[in-house]
């Protein structure tokens, strides 16, 4: 049985070897909107057209970003690793 560590609303296997997907700040798009971390299986398309779709989404929303930060950086912490220091 794996453990599971949870990022977010999605859950990844304790030990991952890859690092998180896109850029933090698209990270950061989409968990103020979804609450997770971009899944491993999306594409660079995909990431370039969440990022557009989403900042709209979030533009005239100013309380939703600042509201998540601090779980965004914990899960963002997590999935990069402990002795990680990813910023983009």
Not at 24 to 44: R, S
Not at 70 to 82: H, I
């Amino acid at each position: 049985m794996t453990k599971k560590a949870h990022h977010g609303m999605i859950e990844w296997p304790i030990g991952r070897t890859t690092m998180p997907n896109g850029s933090k700040f698209a990270n950061e798009l989409m968990f103020g909107v979804k609450g997770q971390l971009i899944p491993d299986e999306y594409t660079e398309s995909d990431i370039r057209h969440m990022e557009k779709s989403y900042l709209k989404r979030l533009w005239g929303n100013c309380e939703r970003l600042p509201r998540s930060e601090a779980r965004f950086e914990q899960a963002w912490r997590q999935a990069s690793g402990p002795k990680s220091n990813i910023n983009e």
